[in-house]
């Protein structure tokens, strides 16, 4: 059996950003938590497995910061697999179009696969002898806005070795209706005949996902190596490949040294905002064993916490919230210490909604508003279309312009952005109106 | 209620009582002059109507019709008295006397803002309307305000993040930049390296030409002299005298060696010799000459041995007895033969001694019979003492075992041993384990049994003790025991002795058989003495002494014999080897001529004559041959000496002899000598020189002139010091890389950045969480206001559109009380009471309070009173006024009385009353009914202008009606509310005339008509299609508006210069002036106050620009969005809402029209 270790969009020359605003000052190194010491780990990883080969599926290093600091650690890198015998394969994506050629041309013994987007196979080999083909493809420009797979049939690929297990690796926009990142489609992998397409791009690792589509190919995203971002949450690291004939196995090693994650804490509706410090110092307490339990021992555990639930103190935890009382709560079990990046205010007014909608005061208007967006329907399509047309020039505002270069930017338009901050805003100013009133609430102590 | 009758009696500042009579329903306008009373009319109905507390000096009655009844009242003092139909009663309901100012409306009540009346009107609306919530506060509390300067500070914060990045990677590219000339430094490096060798080369070409100009310099002088100044030396004049000196002296030579030349031949002759011996010959001959002698002394020698020995021959016989001359025969040949008999006997007759003394000592000691009876005496009465001491101590008892007696406990155990062996055998081994207990049982049974009887036993002890032994001192155990001791001691001796006594008989049986074999022995020996005896022919045997003598003599004899036989012998020897050697020499001598030597000493002078004779032809041979040598060496050096001395006047080139031309040219020579020295060190080093840089590979150099060398020097130092700086760069360059390599800079620069992003992603979504709040609150408070809007509010707001051509629309404003704006329906922006005109203000309160008096009043409508109300308002406004007022009175059956000193009003009114269709107003000339005086005075000065009409747009384009109705140039900068609505209606201008005849000129007003209930609008909606779709195409052209503006940022006049109080006093007029002729553009401006190249900006500081920029920036004057072009722009706006109500083709054709009239403008 061959082994391989597949490495997603490492980005090396950047580091997680908003773990904590004073991580220093709680011992947390940020240096230790960076895509580098991700890969550090992924080389360890790779010389106690004895694997034949390590494969970078793209973004390898960030554009913007390649030359330099992101080198020297792929330099690192690289010298030692090679020193331990490992062959060192890689694709370029659209991140490092003009930096991973350029710098592997300068660390001989790295190996781009499909340079200049063409189609290219390269055989893996071990004491002499093939052990597996990775067949794979490169972006020759930052965009490419055709499916590299179109040109798969009629590449010059020699024909697969009988008995050497053949592997697929490219940087791609899988299953996306175009767009200027390689975009390709399940099917098209599926008829190039090679079973595993280990793909890079999206920091969300899929590969482990199963497809009722195409239930013979194994294709999906390796993942970042290290979360970069709140977003990027859940298991991160490289991936063992086991090749064997008409058998491959593939193993996700969740190894990252920072590791990001979001929880619901469903609040009660009684409870008070200087209780729930402990709620969540309980809840993190609770994630970094559940963790361990898996094995699973990143070195910093950043949390985003979501307070679910009603409240009859909308107001008061709002402003609990928006007032970061939350933002030193620190635990450490065992390796792993746990932070808290966020906590955002989800939870709903104990209120009976249809009860205040009864009125026709402003109070039961806004309640009809938001039980308006409880609902699909035209109703509800209507106030999202007529709000998205009053944010919009918030929305589109050239001070927010810069926020399109972000990762993984969602739409501060899309539907259930809007119905967010509709429902947010609602339970807040509905608060606000009732406690105008409060000795003469509707539908006090009712709960949905 | 109707007041048909008012009679003011009394009242402070009315000096005549008078009465208004025969009031009517309608509108009525009373006209008088200045403090004819007018007002006074109001202040009477107030002290009617709610008692005012003024009214203590006030009589007044009146006549009202009241809901079909006839009422009076009537205020005398503090009398107020009410009657119906005649009978008094208690007054009527009236709004509350706070109300009252909404029926009694004065100029000064109208300008008043702050009255309390207006704000509690306002107060009772808003809170009204909202339903017992404030929904401001709420939004206060509840709601992030998203200003204009909204999440400014977060995107700074992104810029400057990314700004920094851009800054490090600027940084890092320049460091790229630089590292990528790492090579061509590297290359600089190597070729200033090169061209520092290549400048010690120059340097050595530069040299070159030097040495060659001064070598050519030399050589011309050296050609100026005589060219045999370079054949001769300078000492040739002492050559001379040295070559005349040898010359002579040769010659003298020559004579010399030609004299010893004759002499060695004389000598030769003299030796008598042919040929010189060789020496090897003459020594061998001498050695024999004396070997020969050597012989005669031995052969002498010899000879005198012979003679002694010859005397010893005769010596040793007569010791045996023989004579002088005849020596006895006796002789031993083997004289050994004598001493071993000798040794023999002497040591057999010592062995055989010895052993009979050996014997003798071992005779006389051996073990008596006696001796032996004592001991076995002994033995017994120890072996009896023993017994004794060995009997058994039973104590008197038998012994038992196990209760059996010795011997059955024996049997039993015997019986026990066979029982267990048989059943072992017969059936289980472990039964042997019983014959072994019976075996031991047996044994240890018979062990006992053996034992005797211990008295018994010591007394046959006793008995056997030997009775002639001493018995113990008494027959105890201790008296036993020791004399058992005594007696074992005794044994042992005995015993001893008895042994050696054994031991010497053995050993003297052994002497004695070896004294019989040494007698034998020496008896042998005995006889060899006889027999040796007998071959001496001695007659006895003599004792050894003796015989040992003889046979030393009988030796001495033999060997004396012998020494004189070999001497003999050897004097022959000798003998014949002299004669032999005489001989030889003789011979030897005779042929050369010598004499026949008849001794050795003559031989050994003739040989040394012979010697010398030899030496001395050898001698002489050789000083010929040396005499004729330097004979010719001397004739050499003469012919040496001759051609010497012609070779110095050969090389002159002179004649032979010229001893003074010699001497003049040997005076040049010194000079000729140091001219060729120096121009041949000079050539040495021009070869030296060529041959380095012919070996460097720089031949080319050598060819090269000064000039051009020198240049190429100065090119080669500049290389140099462009490769030192170049070395310097590159280590800098190299720091710097590993600087950059290991540093985090960017690393956290992009964190930063990223933090940044995050913070003003944050920030977006509050803010658009905060306008989510904004449009929730709004749509609760549209929807409430439409469904809960309080009619006197609508009432108000109906009115102000009205009396303001829908310039403005009615709207309360919580942040300042809850006080009244008027909402501009062309701008949105909502101004207070007191940024209103003076005729605005009225306006608006006026319509408040008409519509609260309606509100207050009840089912019976007051009389309204308005003095002076709308003095302030313009001719146009007064028509719409005085119209509403006509319509209210017609509609309300309200009773109205207006009252003005301005007679111009009567005819206004009467006019816009009969425009309107009402009844024309009863005018009450106060004057003319106070004083006689009527107030006015002729018809003609009644007489108003006419409004101006509106043109007909049939058969004219939308350009040319434009230009017509004047309606501005299409500008999208200011807010599309103020856009004329020619641009909406551009396909339908009858709508368009229709509007404008009717004041409606803009977008504002039009969309404030559409919200009011007036029939134009209903009725345009009912008949055009452009009329219906004017709300549509008035959001379209809001979007149109703001897209356009996007990065165009707001025209910045002299207002916005001031107030941004960045510019001086000084420069004020200067940047305003700028400022219009770059058409307001803020961007332009600022890059031209940055620039100072304007010539009105001498001495500008920068800093004033910066300051500008920053309020310009946060104003909202610039705008740092981009331009949109006309594809996006209008992507954008078919992208709207309102794009989607209104035909594609309507939306196209509005958008395109709009971007070009823009251009067009542009």
């Known amino acids: 059996m061959t082994k391989l270790l597949a490495i997603g969009d490492v980005h090396l020359g950047t580091r997680p950003s908003g773990v904590a605003e004073d991580a220093a000052d709680r011992g947390i190194a940020v240096q230790r938590l960076t895509p580098a010491a991700g890969l550090e780990a992924a080389v360890r990883l790779a010389t106690e497995q004895d694997v034949s080969a390590v494969v970078f599926a793209g973004d390898v290093v960030e554009s913007t910061n390649a030359r330099y600091e992101a080198f020297r650690h792929l330099e690192a890198a690289v010298l030692k697999l090679l020193a331990e015998g490992v062959t060192v394969l890689g694709v370029v994506g659209n991140h490092d179009v003009e930096a991973l050629p350029r710098l592997a041309r300068l660390i001989p013994g790295f190996r781009i696969v499909g340079a200049g987007g063409r189609w290219e196979c390269v055989a893996v080999e071990r004491e002499g002898r093939s052990v597996c083909e990775v067949v794979g493809w490169s972006f020759p420009q930052r965009q490419v806005t055709s499916s590299p797979v179109a040109d798969f049939a009629g590449s010059s690929l020699p024909p697969a070795q009988p008995g050497v297990p053949r592997i697929g690796v490219m940087h791609c926009d899988l299953d996306a209706s175009g767009g200027p990142y390689a975009p390709v489609t399940m099917g098209e992998l599926a008829r190039t005949g090679i079973d595993t397409w280990l793909l890079g791009h999206i920091h969300k690792p899929s590969l482990g996902d199963t497809r009722s589509d195409n239930p013979g190919l194994r294709a999906g995203y390796l993942g970042s190596l290290v979360g970069l971002n709140p977003k990027e949450v859940g298991d991160r690291g490289p991936w063992l490949v086991d090749l064997a004939e008409g058998e491959t196995s593939l193993t996700h090693v969740s190894n990252a040294p920072l590791r990001w994650e979001t929880i619901d804490l469903a609040i009660e509706p009684d409870q008070q905002p200087e209780d729930l410090g402990d709620s969540v110092l309980a809840s993190v307490d609770q994630r970094i064993r559940a963790l361990h339990a898996r094995g699973v021992e990143p070195s910093v555990l950043a949390l985003r916490v979501r307070l679910t639930g009603t409240t009859r103190s909308y107001a008061a935890i709002d402003a609990w919230v928006g007032g970061r009382r939350w933002s030193d709560i620190t635990r450490t079990v065992g390796a792993t210490t746990a932070v808290v990046n966020k906590i955002t205010n989800a939870t709903e007014l104990a209120r009976d909604l249809h009860e205040l909608a009864k009125g026709d005061d402003p109070p039961g208007l806004l309640a009809r508003k938001l039980l308006i967006l409880e609902t699909e329907g035209a109703e509800r399509d209507a106030l999202i279309v007529r709000t998205r047309d009053r944010l919009r020039t918030l929305a589109d505002a050239s001070n927010f312009a810069p926020l399109q270069d972000l990762r993984d930017a969602a739409d501060p338009l899309a539907d259930e952005e809007i119905t967010r901050a509709l429902k947010a805003a609602g339970s807040s100013i509905l608060s606000a109106l009732l406690d105008q009133h409060e000795p003469t609430r509707r539908g006090e102590g009712a709960e949905r | ?1162």
């Open chain 2, 1 to 1162: 209620m109707k007041f048909r009758r008012l009679e003011i009696v009394r009242l402070p500042g009315i000096d005549a009582s008078y009465s208004l009579e025969k009031l009517g329903d309608g509108v009525h306008v009373v006209v008088g002059p200045n403090a004819i009373g007018k007002s006074s009319i109001c202040r009477a109905t107030r002290a009617l109507l709610w008692s005012d507390e003024s009214g203590s000096a006030v009589t007044a009655h009146a006549r009202i019709d009241l809901d079909g009844e006839s009422w009076s009242v009537q205020r005398d003092g503090a009398r107020h008295v009410w009657q119906r139909e005649g009978v008094e009663c208690a007054p009527p309901p009236l709004p509350a006397r706070h109300l009252q100012d909404c029926f009694l409306l004065d100029v000064r009540d109208l300008m008043d803002s702050g009255t309390e009346s207006g704000r509690e009107i306002a107060k009772q609306i808003r809170l009204q309307m909202a339903g017992g919530y404030s929904l401001e506060e709420a939004r206060s509390q509840a709601v992030e305000r998203v200003g204009r300067g909204f999440a400014k500070k977060e995107c700074r914060d992104v810029d400057a993040a990314a700004g920094a990045i851009r800054k490090a990677q600027l940084k890092q590219e320049a460091l790229a930049e630089r590292e990528e000339t790492l090579n061509s430094l590297e290359q600089t490096i190597r070729e200033g390296e090169n061209a520092r060798v290549r400048q010690a080369h120059v340097a050595t070409a530069l040299e070159l030409v030097g040495l060659r100009e001064q070598q050519k310099r030399l050589t011309a002088e050296l050609d100026a002299l005589p060219p045999a100044c370079g054949k001769i030396v300078g000492l040739e004049l002492d050559w001379l005298e040295t070559a005349e000196r040898k010359l002579e002296e040769a010659n003298e030579k020559v004579a010399q060696h030609e004299g010893e030349l004759r002499d060695a031949r004389n000598r030769i002759v003299e030796s008598r010799l042919e040929e010189p011996l060789e020496a090897s010959e003459l020594s061998a001959w001498r050695q024999r000459a004396d070997s020969w002698a050597q012989l005669a002394l031995r052969r002498e020698t010899a000879y005198g041995v012979l003679a002694a020995e010859k005397k010893k021959l005769v010596n040793a016989s007569r010791v045996v007895g023989g004579s002088e001359d005849a020596p006895p025969e006796l002789a031993l040949e083997d004289d050994e033969e004598l001493y071993r008999y000798l040794r023999e006997a002497t040591e057999v007759e010592q062995g055989r001694a010895a052993l009979e003394q050996r014997l003798r000592l071992l005779s006389g000691h051996d073990f008596s019979v006696e001796q032996k009876k004592q001991q076995q005496l002994g033995e017994r009465a120890a072996e009896a003492l023993r017994d004794w001491l060995r009997a058994p101590d039973t104590g008197g008892s038998e012994i038992r075992i196990g209760g059996l007696t010795r011997v059955a406990a024996t049997v039993v155990g015997l019986v026990v041993a066979a029982t267990g062996l048989a059943l072992g055998i017969a059936f289980h081994p472990a039964f042997h384990g019983v014959t072994g207990a019976g075996l031991v049982w047996a044994i240890s049974a018979w062990l006992l049994s053996s034992s005797d009887d211990r008295a018994d036993a010591q007394q046959k002890a006793m008995d056997a003790f030997p009775p002639n032994v001493d018995a113990p001192a008494s027959w105890t155990v201790a008296s036993v025991n020791e004399r058992l001791r005594e007696i074992d001691q005794q044994i042992a001796e005995s015993r001893a002795s008895e042994m050696r006594a054994r031991d010497r008989s053995i050993e003297r049986a052994g002497i004695e058989s070896d004294l019989e074999t040494a007698r034998t022995r020496e008896q042998s020996v005995r006889d060899r003495g006889e027999e040796l005896v007998a071959r001496l022919r001695l007659d006895r045997v003599p004792a050894a002494a003796e015989l040992v003598d003889t046979a030393r003599a009988l030796i001495a004899l033999r060997e004396a014999r012998d020494a004189e036989a070999a001497a003999e012998g050897r004097c022959g020897a000798l003998d014949l080897d002299f004669e032999a050697k005489r001989e030889e020499l003789g011979n030897w001598l005779v042929g050369l001529g010598e004499e026949d030597p008849q001794d050795p000493e003559a031989a050994k002078a003739l040989v040394h004559e012979v010697e010398e004779l030899s030496r001395l032809l050898v001698d002489s041979r050789k000083d010929e041959s040396r005499a004729s040598d330097d004979l010719e060496s001397a004739r050499e050096k003469m012919r040496s000496s001759e051609e010497a001395i012609a070779k110095i006047f050969r090389d002159a080139d002179l004649e032979h002899g010229d001893r003074a031309g010699l001497s003049q040219l040997l005076g040049k020579v010194e000079r000729y000598q140091e001219l060729v020295n120096e121009v041949g060190g000079l050539q040495t080093s021009i070869g030296i020189g060529e041959r380095k840089l012919s070996e460097a590979g720089e031949s080319a150099l050598a060819n090269l002139d000064q000039s051009d060398l020198e240049r190429e020097s100065d090119r080669l130092a500049s290389e140099t010091a462009a490769a030192d700086d170049a070395r310097t760069e590159s280590a800098e360059i190299a720091a710097e890389v590993k600087q950059a390599s290991e540093a985090h800079t960017l690393e956290d620069l992009i964190a930063s950045h990223d933090d940044a992003l995050a913070m003003l992603a944050d920030k977006r979504e509050r803010g658009l969480e905060a306008l989510a709040g904004d449009f929730l609150l709004d749509e609760v408070k549209t929807e409430h206001e439409t469904k809960q809007l309080p009619a006197v509010l609508k009432r108000a707001r109906d009115l102000f559109a009205l009396f303001t051509h829908h310039e403005y629309e009615l709207g309360i404003e919580p942040e300042v009380g809850g006080s009244f704006i008027a909402v501009s329906s062309r701008t949105g922006v909502g101004k207070q009471l007191n940024e209103l005109s003076g005729g605005e203000c009225a306006q608006l309160l006026l319509a408040v309070r008409i519509a609260f008096a309606e509100e207050a009043e009840g089912a019976s409508p007051l009389p309204l009173f308005l003095d002076e109300a709308l003095d302030q308002s313009d001719p146009a406004r007064f028509d719409l006024i005085a119209r509403s007022l006509g319509r209210i009175s017609e509609q309300e059956n309200r009773q109205i009385f207006y009252l003005t000193n301005d007679n111009v009003d009567v005819d206004r009114i009467r006019e816009a009353l009969q425009s309107e269709g009402c009844s024309p107003p009863a005018v009450i000339d106060l004057g003319l009914l106070r004083r006689g005086i009527a107030a006015v005075s002729s018809a003609e000065v009644l007489r108003i202008a006419p409004p101006p009409s509106v043109p007909d747009p049939t058969g004219l384009s939308p350009d040319e009606y434009g230009a017509l109705i004047e309606v501005p140039t299409f500008d999208p900068r200011p807010a599309y509310l103020g856009q004329h609505l020619l641009y909406l209606l551009w396909d339908d201008l009858h709508v368009l005339k229709r509007l404008v005849a009717s004041r409606i000129e803009t977008v504002g007003q039009w969309r404030t008509l559409s919200r009011t209930e007036a029939p134009l609008a209903a009725s345009l909606k009912d008949e055009a299609e452009a009329a219906r779709q004017l709300d549509a195409r008035s959001r379209l052209l809001e979007v149109f508006c703001e897209s356009w503006s996007e990065g165009r940022g707001k025209p910045v006049d002299r207002t916005a210069i001031e107030e941004s109080n960045a510019i001086s006093e000084r420069y004020l007029e200067a940047v305003a002036t700028i400022a219009m002729e770059l058409g307001y553009d803020g961007r332009r401006l600022i890059e031209v106050l940055q620039s100072r190249e304007h010539p009105l900006l001498a001495r500008f500081r920068p800093k004033a620009a910066e300051k500008l920029a920053t309020y310009l920036e946060d104003e909202g004057y610039l705008d740092p969005r981009p331009v949109l072009d006309e594809q996006d722009l209008i992507a954008r706006a078919l992208a709207s809402p309102a794009a989607r109500e209104l035909p594609e083709e309507v939306c196209n054709e509005l958008l395109h029209l709009w971007w070009q009239l823009r251009a067009g403008k542009q």
